[in-house]
């Protein structure tokens, strides 16, 4: 996807849901101040995200 940038393929639906899933999970982490829950689900978070908004900009686009 990074390369090509086609997204066809790829649910928005599901990525925004995996969006989520890592926001309240790096929000659990903060609550509970455990860096390695932080660490990773802010680092999915940041790449799925990345992903989404690529998908949401190639569908406004069409």
Known sequence: ???TG???AISA???ALTVVGFA???AFGILR???PIIL???ICFCLS???LI???RAHMQR
Do not use: H
């Open 6 to 8: 086609d997204t066809a």
């Open 49 to 51: 995200g990345y992903i």
């Open 13 to 15: 639906r599901m990525y």
């Open 54 to 56: 690529r998908k949401i």
């Open 24 to 26: 309240l999970w790096t």
């Open 40 to 42: 990773t689900n802010s």
């Open 33 to 35: 101040t455990e860096w």
């Open 1 to 3: 996807m990074i390369k």
